[in-house]
C-alpha cells in the first residue's frame, strides 16, 4: 500500500458559508462573540468548489508530491482525485456517513465509515472537520460563553475555558479577515500532536479561501508534514463525482 499517498489524501480530508464581513472595534475591546461570529461570517459562501492543489508529503523515510484535484459539494461530497505526470494514482470520495478510496499502484481499497480511519490515524476524525481544514475554518464548534480570547502578535488567540481530559486545543485568528492562522490539538500523556498553519487567503468571488494549508503531525518520535498549495480555485461550477472501486482490487486492512 502507498502509505504516503493514503496519509497525504486523509490528512487532506481531517483534514471536516457566508459574505466576509468586518467587526470594527480596537482588538482590546472585541468581545469573544464578535470574534466568533466574524470568524463563521469569514467563512466562504459556495454551493459547489473545483480546486487543483499541489501536495508534499515528508517523513523521515521519504518525501512524496502528487497533484490532487478536489472537488466540493459543501456539507455533502468531497472527491479528490490524486495523480502524477496525468496518471490516476487514487481517488476518494467522502460524505457525511462514509469514506471510500482505492489506489491504483496498489490495487486496493477502502469502503465504510469513519472509525476504521479515525483508529488508525489515530485521532478522530469526520466530514465537518475535512471540510473546515480545507477552507481555513476551525475544526471544532467555537461556542460562545465557552472560550476566552487574548491578543498576540496583534492576532486573536482562542482557547477553551476548560479544556478535556488529555486533549489540549487552541487557534489562532488573523486579525484583519478572522481565519485561521493557526489550529494545535494535542494529547500529552500519548506524545501527539497536529499543527495547522495557513500562511495567507485568497480572495474569490468574494469569498476567502486558503492559498497553503501546512499540516504537522507528530507522535513521539515520529514527524509527518504536508504541504498544500491551492493552484486554482473554481466555486460554482458544474461537476460532478465519478467514483467507481474497480474490479479485482483487494479491500484494505487498516
Known amino acids: 500500500m502507498n502509505k504516503p499517498l493514503l496519509l497525504a489524501l486523509f490528512t487532506l480530508v ?91 499502484v496498489g490495487g486496493t481499497y477502502f469502503d465504510g465509515d469513519f472509525s476504521l480511519l479515525s483508529e488508525w490515524l489515530g485521532t478522530e476524525i469526520d466530514f465537518k472537520k475535512a471540510q473546515a481544514i480545507l477552507l481555513g475554518q476551525s475544526i471544532f464548534p467555537i461556542e460562545n460563553g465557552q472560550y476566552t480570547s487574548e491578543i498576540v502578535a496583534d492576532n486573536y488567540k482562542l482557547q477553551p475555558k476548560t479544556q478535556p481530559f488529555n486533549f ?15 489550529e494545535t490539538l494535542s494529547q500529552p500523556s500519548e506524545g501527539r500532536i497536529l499543527t495547522i498553519r495557513y500562511d495567507d487567503y485568497q480572495t474569490i468571488e468574494g469569498g476567502l479561501y486558503p492559498s497553503e494549508i501546512h499540516v504537522t503531525a507528530s507522535e513521539k518520535d515520529s514527524t509527518t508534514k504536508i504541504d498544500l498549495t491551492y493552484r486554482k480555485i473554481e466555486p460554482n461550477v458544474s461537476i460532478n463525482f465519478p467514483f467507481d472501486i474497480p474490479d479485482g482490487y483487494s479491500e484494505m486492512k487498516l
Open 14 to 104: 481531517l483534514i471536516s458559508c457566508k459574505g466576509t464581513k468586518t467587526v470594527t472595534g480596537s482588538a482590546e475591546d472585541l468581545a469573544v462573540k464578535n470574534i466568533v461570529k466574524s470568524h463563521y461570517d469569514a467563512s466562504p459562501d459556495f454551493n459547489t468548489l473545483a480546486a487543483r492543489i499541489y501536495v508534499v508529503y515528508e517523513d523521515e523515510k521519504k518525501q512524496q508530491s502528487i497533484t490532487v484535484s478536489l472537488r466540493m459539494e459543501k456539507d455533502k461530497v468531497i472527491w479528490m482525485k490524486a495523480s502524477l505526470i496525468g496518471i490516476t494514482l487514487a481517488k476518494a470520495k467522502i460524505t457525511p456517513d462514509r469514506v471510500s478510496y482505492y489506489e491504483t
Open 168 to 182: 489540549i486545543h487552541s487557534l489562532v485568528l488573523l486579525s484583519g479577515n478572522f481565519k485561521i492562522a493557526s
